[in-house]
């Protein structure tokens, strides 16, 4: 993108091995959905040896050419041709890399224009720099390759790695690699791996440098980038897009489309929580914020989106502290801060936008209330920045849940994790206050379980309690609790912890068993808030 302000192409990086065609066909859906255009992937030299390799090469590159471009990366040694029997030993003989992708191209070559030689040789995962201390294999190898490819009229990207790039890009100018290279590729993940950082500008601008100090007039692309969100702070992943995606440079692959479930990964990787949570969708197949940004609004929803993730940790206007709301984006969030701002209140909206459309609901009250609301994109499993929002404020309502019954059969430790953990981190902050605020609590009608107890009688179509007082008044606090389904478990346990917390530590607390509601600014769907969900379909 060397001199315009134009943005980086954008394209995805995911790893596809032989037998995962259902995962190929999700991924490209989901390219499609969030406007990728480009798809960098692994080619395996060890794979394409393996049982089957060929036949799985020979069907993903027709079929992912025929949706977006390819960019094909190409590494690991076989092992039974590594002067080690690894995939990231350097091979014995370097001039077998560029017969095998020769043969390829040959095959294969219609479907890209493009091709990457290895992957991260910086890290002893990809390449044993103990077998080739002096990168004298790795070059001969790269250039050797690199050479043929544009004899055989491909372009050339030379695989970076880690943010020491510019050096090494020097050594491969120096040993004249980079005469056969037409991109060199960049790899950062700011906020999750790189502990010092200066910005891509910086950091590409040294690599400029260096091309331009030995005349390589290569292309920059940041061919590996991401942002996990294993603190569950979505917001920041949508920073580290945007910041991106202002780079100069002329490419961005972002990684990845899915999150990883530990059972997919090698024990190094499934040791790292970090590296689970890069995707755009989670495990669960549910969209991040990003994702749904993008499949919405494309890259401008993304760019729309600072006013909801910039909270600035102001607190409220004027010295008025704010009612924090956790949930305050949801639909009984919603309405309650519409009411308290009505009266003046300032509030504070702590809400993940975890379900589809709140974000409209936050837009609506600060187009409404002005500065009187505040929002803060925040997930409740992150206690030092609830703990935060609760130091700050004069009363919380704490609404924020995971609310479907469905989903806390499918899911219920993520279940658990938002309703009881998220509950207990709100507690702890507040118990940690020298003077606790208030707290108000939405349990719900599941801690009493499916009150087999309660006579009822036919009342015309409907039934009703045969109990005139619970007709009259519902159900008393006395009856007995009987947790029902995940979610009735994890809503009933944050209710006791209330309580329990109010009892032990004196906090004022107060707990609200609810029903099944109705209402505007509802974004009802068959797994809640199914009453409006049902009503608006039938309308
Ligand atoms: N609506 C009902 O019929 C009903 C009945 C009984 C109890 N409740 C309870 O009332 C509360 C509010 O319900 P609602 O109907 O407004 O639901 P809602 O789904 O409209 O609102 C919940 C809000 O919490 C947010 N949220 C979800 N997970 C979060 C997390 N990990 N961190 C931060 N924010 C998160 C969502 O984005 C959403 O804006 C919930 O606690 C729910 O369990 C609701």
Redesign the pocket.
């Known amino acids: 993108m060397t001199g315009s302000s134009a943005r980086p192409m954008f394209g995805l990086l995911e790893w596809l091995r032989p037998g995962e065609e259902e995962r190929v066909e999700r991924v490209l859906e989901d390219l499609k959905a969030v406007g990728a255009t480009g798809l960098r992937t692994g080619i395996s030299w060890a794979d394409w040896h393996d049982v089957g390799g060929q036949e799985w090469y020979a069907w993903l590159l027709p079929r992912l050419a025929c949706e977006v471009n390819v960019l094909p990366c190409f590494h690991y040694t076989p092992p039974t041709l590594g002067i080690a029997p690894q995939i990231w030993s350097p091979p014995r003989d370097p001039k077998q890399y560029a017969d095998f992708l020769d043969v390829f191209i040959t095959r294969f070559g219609e479907h890209f224009e493009w091709v990457e030689l290895w992957n991260k040789p910086k890290n002893p995962l990809e390449w044993d720099i103990t077998l080739d201390p002096n990168w004298l294999i790795f070059c001969k190898m790269v250039g050797g390759a690199a050479h043929w490819a544009q004899k055989r009229g491909k372009k050339t990207v030379l695989g970076a790695s880690g943010p020491m790039d510019a050096q090494w890009v020097r050594l491969m100018c120096d040993r004249r690699v980079l005469q056969y290279i037409d991109a060199v590729g960049i790899h950062g993940f700011p906020g999750t791996f790189e502990f010092w950082w200066d910005g891509w500008t910086a950091k590409i601008a040294r690599v400029r440098n260096v091309l331009l100090q030995h005349g390589s007039k290569a292309e920059i692309w940041i061919t590996e980038t991401g942002y996990s969100t294993w603190r569950h702070d979505e917001q920041a992943q949508i920073a580290a897009f945007n910041n991106v995606m202002a780079a100069p440079a002329d490419r961005v692959y972002w990684y990845a489309a899915h999150d990883r479930e530990p059972a997919e990964t090698i024990d190094a990787v499934a040791a790292d929580e970090r590296e689970l949570h890069f995707g755009l969708r989670r495990a669960d197949g549910s969209e991040k914020l990003l994702m749904r940004l993008l499949r919405q609004g494309g890259l401008e929803a993304v760019d729309n989106s600072a006013w909801f993730t910039g909270f600035n940790g102001r607190s409220g206007r004027g010295c008025q502290k704010p009612v924090l709301i ?2 305050g ?5 919603c309405n309650l801060a519409h009411r308290l701002c009505s009266e003046g209140q300032p509030v504070l909206l ?6 589809a459309g ?1 974000e409209e609901n936050a837009a609506w009250l600060c187009a409404t209330h002005g500065d009187l609301v505040q929002v803060q994109v ?4 992150d206690a030092p920045s609830l703990g935060q929002a609760a130091q700050h404020s004069s009363a919380v309502f704490h ?5 479907a019954v469905t989903s806390s059969l499918t899911g219920p430790i993520s279940d658990f994790e ?1 309703n009881a953990r ?1 509950t207990l981190n709100l507690l702890e902050a507040l118990r940690g206050m020298s003077s606790p605020v208030p707290v108000v609590f ?1 349990s ?2 599941k801690v009493y379980g499916s009150l087999d107890d309660v006579a009822l009688r036919l009342n015309g179509e409907r039934y009703e309690p045969d109990d005139a007082n619970t007709r009259d008044l519902g159900i008393s606090e006395n009856q007995p609790l009987d947790f029902y389904s995940p979610y009735g478990c994890s ?1 009933g346990a944050a209710d006791q912890y209330i309580l329990d917390y109010a009892r032990t530590f004196g906090l004022p607390a107060v707990v609200f068993r ?4 109705y209402g505007p600014h ?2 009802g769907t068959e797994d ?2 199914w009453v409006a969900h049902f009503l608006i379909q039938s309308m």
């Open positions: 956790t949930g984006a949801g639909f009984v969030g702590y809400d993940n936008l975890s379900r709140v925040a997930d409740v499993r609404l924020a849940a995971q609310v938002i998220g939405t719900t009608n809503k609810m029903s099944c509601i509802q974004f809640q808030g």
